[in-house]
């Protein structure tokens, strides 16, 4: 069965490499909201509304599971989409926050134990406006080690010069923002790049980080975290390394622009 990955634009690209280089033979369809990208400054319910259409347009092409390849739409929408709005027995759709969190606490869904303090002493958060207002993260990762401070910054700017294709501002732009959260951590335990579009300036934030923080990036924890559960969820599995990509915008533009992320263009179609 095909798998959906969503995300607001181009960022999810980094979650889909990492899919189709662990799981060669997942058909996946890739569906970037161009048209209304950026999501970090948008309302919560907007935020709702769009990742909503964006995942009904991937149940539509017969995608029986949808990732959200987006933080921000992970953090906002996730939840009440699953409670609210998603029929579980027709289809499923999984965020990112849970593989990083289970990463940090090392502990896995559904064994029952109490939250326990797990040697996570504290984290920082590089993640968009909305992700960070939405409280998602310390949320989640307070369910499974309740005494972990978490210090969020909000990186304004990060996404836009990213999505733009301008790489040395964009490390400028992650330098300011390591800057601004050491002066308020110094020595972080880990740093978690809570966004998808981040992984293109990792080594900028890597290298304004203290040596000694652990900095923990994304896309191939969501693709281990994938691989496991189609092995509890095999009906969802299956295919022969098809790959499509949609996009809300101008397939042209974004499928040139794609290149920022993939080292080549991608042949994008119009969703
Ligand atoms: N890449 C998205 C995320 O992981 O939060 C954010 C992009 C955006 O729409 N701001």
């Not at 401070?149 to 733009?164: D, F, H, M, S």
Request: hydrophobic share 45%; proline share 7%; charged share 20%.
């Amino acid at each position: 069965m095909k798998i959906g990955v969503f995300d607001s634009g181009l960022g999810g690209l980094t979650v889909l490499t990492a899919l189709t280089r662990a799981l060669p033979s997942q058909d996946f369809v890739y569906l970037g909201d161009n048209a209304n990208a950026p999501y970090g400054w948008k309302a919560p319910t907007e935020i709702y509304e769009l990742t909503i259409a964006g995942v009904e347009r991937l149940f539509r092409e017969d995608c029986g599971l949808v990732i959200l390849a987006c933080n921000t739409a992970s953090a906002v929408a996730l939840h009440d989409l699953q409670v609210n709005w998603l029929n579980p027995a027709a289809h499923r759709v999984l965020g990112v926050f849970v593989p990083v969190i289970e990463h940090l606490t090392r502990r896995d869904w559904g064994d029952n134990t109490p939250p326990t303090h797990t040697g996570l002493r504290d984290v920082a958060l590089f993640a968009t406006p909305a992700t960070v207002r939405s409280g998602a993260f310390p949320r989640e990762l307070h369910f499974r080690a309740r005494d972990v401070t978490v210090a969020p910054q909000a990186c304004t700017g990060l996404v836009e010069a990213i999505e733009a294709g301008d790489l040395d501002r964009a490390a400028e732009v992650a330098r300011d923002h390591v800057a601004a959260l050491l002066a308020r951590l110094p020595a972080p335990q880990s740093a978690v790049l809570g966004c998808t579009h981040y992984p293109l300036v990792e080594a900028a934030f890597r290298a304004a980080l203290p040596s000694a923080t652990t900095l923990v990036s994304q896309p191939e924890l969501i693709a281990a975290s994938l691989g496991d559960y189609l092995k509890r969820h095999p009906r969802f599995a299956g295919g022969t390394g098809a790959v499509r990509y949609l996009t809300t915008g101008d397939p042209a533009i974004v499928g040139t622009r794609a290149a920022v992320f993939t080292g080549a263009p991608v042949a994008f179609e119009a969703a």
